[in-house]
């Protein structure tokens, strides 16, 4: 038997219960569009943080106070020392490192005026705008020099100069931290959350003065810019072998980006996983919808497969077809739920322009040989009833 | 032609067994024309089924063509089916999707003949038996006769050598039948075998043979033409007489 007329005796006997049809075409419909929509979702979940870990910059070390440890052993153990900016200023002696920024933070009130915005301080030095990449809206970042000497520049976000200084260029105008005065000297272009700061609404200032402002000597991180990707593993070693002379302990923990960007990236791989599984349940409901269908559809025609067994089809011709039928119901179902799930993906990125959903090419591909895979898998059974039919008992009624 | 030597068919219906066919021999030479007379249950729909290779005997030899067709693979004896013989039913079995055309190309599809020779020669046999004109009708659109005609498009669309015509009649007037009754003794007349399993008397009588059986063997054979119509009554019911055949 030619295939193509294979294909249309499988679509004839199709179109003759077009209700039936579509309704299980439909069912592998929902399951499919699931499938490609909750892969997408994923999917864009996972680009959107990949992206968002990609604007810290690829060569990102962090180094924070304190290590996950069991303490309590020891009369003194788990007094961790807290970072410094002297341990700030031997980490950028180190050779691998091409730049390094320290960070102080607090939280307080700016004011301008009569107008008041309860903002994070960020304390840190002019180093931090390269090794987190930060474009200037308008004016400068704080100046370069030596990091004890404090200075009383501030560069406002972009929310923070929009709501204290409205209309006004705030470029040289005199704001106050609490009792401190600063003049501010530069505006970051909009950047949006990045992970733990939203940098539109945030202040920087000396890190020198932020600790003088918030009365303390530590250093809530110490963020490096490494100068080669490759070396990143040599040079997390290098920071640690540094801090555990300094400290005589191991008590800071330097996380790389890619073991943060792996970490997060594998969460949520597992949870798109997660999602397809509870999709592919509904496709599993679908498949044993059109093996019903197909069921339903062998016992009606027990006729038609007597009287085709009769003209001289072969079982395995007779089985051939209705394994067809299965397999276009499925792969109709599975072109339908493709372009259905394509479609919700567009709806949902055309409210949330940020998100970066879209099915990947792998899930249209899954997507659409699972389909067929329904169809066979759940064709075989009643397609091989047909075959077992006797044609005589089936000749024999009307 | 067909030779049957000693064909029993036994079914199972749960514990006890059923005797369909008790021994029948049987011989049909090539280009006869044959009617299987008796009651309901007297077999010979299983001997019919037997001979379309529909069924196997439980024992006893059955040769179609001189070959030994009883022990063949089911995809061996479909092939028999599709390229030896013709089946026309009582209820027509026309598949109610396809136009006339259609239904006469279906063994072709199951042969892989290439769509052009089908259309040609569904066309042909449509011709013969006057159908060109209905081609692309429907079933439900055709009269009981024309769907009987076209059925018979179909059995004979790959020039089979034996048509096996199970109440072909039964279904249709008295008009209706004997137009098809010319026509399947047409084809007969062009060398085509034909047996045809009828109650009706009047039917059998112009086949030149009738074989009658009752209770799963053969009760008799007589040559209708030459006035054995005593052994047939006209309600078709065979009259008592001593088991002959098997």
């Not at chain 1, 960070?103 to 390269?130: K, N």
């Not at chain 1, 809206?137 to 709501?163: C, K, R």
């Not at chain 1, 997507?367 to 024999?396: C, E, I, K, M, N």
């Not at chain 2, 007969?188 to 009706?200: E, F, I, K, P, S």
Request: aromatic share 6%.
């Amino acid at each position: 038997m030619r295939f193509l007329d294979l294909l249309a005796f499988a679509a004839g006997a199709l179109r003759g219960h077009r209700l039936r049809t579509a309704l299980s075409v439909a069912g592998v419909a929902v399951g499919i569009s699931a499938v490609v929509a909750l892969t997408a979702l994923g999917e864009g979940a996972r680009r959107y943080v990949v992206d968002q870990f990609a604007a810290l910059g690829s060569n990102l070390l962090i180094v924070l106070p304190g290590k996950v440890e069991t303490t309590g052993g020891a009369p003194f153990g788990g007094v961790t020392r807290d970072l410094t900016l002297d341990d700030f200023r031997a980490i950028a002696r180190l050779p691998r490192v091409r730049r390094t920024a320290p960070l102080a933070v607090g939280e307080d009130t700016v004011h301008y005026l009569d107008r008041g915005r309860a903002v994070p301080v960020l304390g840190t030095t002019s180093e931090f705008a390269t090794v987190r990449r930060l474009e200037m809206a308008s004016g400068d970042f704080l100046p370069p020099g030596d990091p004890e000497q404090g200075g009383s520049e501030i560069v406002l976000g972009m929310t923070v100069a929009q709501e204290l200084f409205r209309s006004e260029n705030p470029l040289g105008r005199i704001v106050r931290v609490g009792q401190w005065r600063f003049r501010v000297v530069g505006v970051l272009a909009p950047r949006g959350r990045s992970l733990t700061f939203n940098l539109d609404d945030v202040v920087l200032i000396p890190v020198r003065t932020a600790m003088r402002v918030f009365n303390r000597s530590t250093l809530f991180r110490i963020l490096i810019d490494v100068r080669a990707h490759a070396e990143m593993e040599a040079a997390k070693k290098d920071v640690e072998t540094l801090m555990t002379e300094r400290h005589r302990a191991e008590d800071v923990t330097v996380i790389t980006q890619d073991a943060l960007l792996s970490a997060f990236s594998s969460i949520l791989n597992a949870l798109t996983l997660a999602l397809v599984g509870i999709a592919s349940v509904s496709l599993a409901v679908a498949g044993v919808g059109i093996m019903n269908v197909m069921l339903v559809s062998v016992t009606e025609r027990r006729a038609e497969i007597g009287l085709l067994k009769a003209l001289g089809a072969a079982d395995r011709q007779v089985l051939a077809a209705f394994l067809a039928e299965a397999v276009l119901l499925a792969s109709g179902g599975g072109v339908a739920g493709l372009a259905v799930g394509a479609g919700a993906v567009r709806v949902f990125v055309s409210f949330y322009p940020s998100f970066p959903a879209s099915p990947p090419a792998w899930a249209i591909a899954a997507a659409l040989a699972l389909s067929f895979a329904v169809g066979v898998g759940f064709g075989v059974w009643p397609a091989r009833r047909a075959t077992r039919l006797d044609p005589v008992a089936a000749l024999a009624r009307r | 032609m067909i030779e049957l030597e000693d064909v029993w068919r036994i079914f199972r219906v749960g514990e006890s067994e059923v005797h369909a066919l008790k021994g029948v021999s049987l011989a049909i030479g090539r280009g006869e024309h044959v009617a299987l007379v008796g009651p309901s249950g007297s077999g010979k729909s299983t001997l019919l089924h037997i001979v379309g290779c529909l069924d196997r005997p439980t024992r006893g030899r059955y040769l179609l063509e001189g070959r030994e067709v009883g022990s063949l693979s089911e995809e061996e004896r479909s092939l028999i089916r599709r390229h030896r013989i013709g089946f026309v039913f009582q209820f027509f079995h026309l598949l109610p999707r396809l136009t006339a055309q259609g239904n006469v190309e279906l063994p072709m599809l199951f042969a892989g003949t290439p769509p052009e020779e089908r259309r040609e020669r569904a066309a042909r046999a449509l011709g013969s038996v006057g159908l060109s004109h209905r081609s692309h009708h429907r079933p439900d659109q055709l009269s009981g006769g024309e769907r009987q005609r076209v059925a018979i498009a179909r059995a004979v669309v790959m020039d089979p050598a034996v048509l096996l015509a199970d109440e072909p009649t039964g279904n249709l007037d008295r008009a209706s039948a004997l137009e098809v009754m010319d026509l399947i003794e047409a084809m007969n007349a062009r060398g085509l075998t034909l047996v045809v399993v009828t109650h009706d008397p009047a039917i059998a009588q112009r086949a030149r043979r009738v074989i009658r059986m009752d209770d799963g063997g053969i009760e008799g054979t007589g040559h209708a033409a030459r006035g054995t119509g005593e052994r047939v009554s006209p309600s078709g019911t065979p009259t008592p007489e001593p088991r002959g055949g098997g």
